[in-house]
């Protein structure tokens, strides 16, 4: 905990910077290294383990599915797993999604989940998980008459 603080604070609170900064700290080691760390820290710790797995989950099913995305490789996620993830990100910093999210409502089509007041934004929940995280490649399966705001608030993100 204390040495991610540290690589955050030394990022200027930046979210991407610190994830650098992380990545460029085990540049040198071998892949069968970081697998061997991996598995030796399969239990959350820390800052992570006091929300359950759940910045892990969101955080994965993100990822995962930016890369899926851009290969066109679909991938139906387990509803349970959106449905976590989504009730988890409008209240998760990393993430950004308070920003995109004020004043306006959300509906999934697919899951019982809803959140915020205002103009709607409706698609699959998956679609809305994406888009929560500022992927304009989601806006396409979005509708309702918020998603202008959502997708300008998407497209005029810094950096």
Do not use: C
Request: no cysteine; aromatic share 6%; glycine share 12%.
């Amino acid at each position: 905990m204390i040495g991610f603080l540290r690589r955050f604070a030394a990022a200027g609170f930046n979210g991407d910077h610190s994830s650098a900064r992380g990545v460029a700290a085990y540049a040198d080691h071998s892949p069968q290294d970081l697998l061997a760390r991996a598995r030796d820290h399969l239990q959350p710790t820390g800052l992570t383990a006091l929300f359950g797995g759940r910045i892990a989950l969101t955080d994965g099913l993100i990822h995962h599915q930016d890369i899926r995305r851009a290969l066109g490789i679909l991938r139906e996620v387990p509803a349970e797993r959106v449905l976590a993830a989504l009730r988890f990100a409008p209240g998760a910093p990393p993430i950004g999604a308070a920003k995109r999210l004020r004043g306006l409502s959300f509906a999934a089509t697919d899951l019982a989940w809803t959140t915020g007041k205002g103009p709607a934004v409706e698609g699959p929940g998956e679609a809305l998980l994406m888009a929560m995280a500022g992927r304009p490649a989601a806006l396409p399966e979005l509708s309702g008459p918020g998603l202008s705001t959502l997708a300008e608030r998407i497209e005029t993100r810094p950096g």
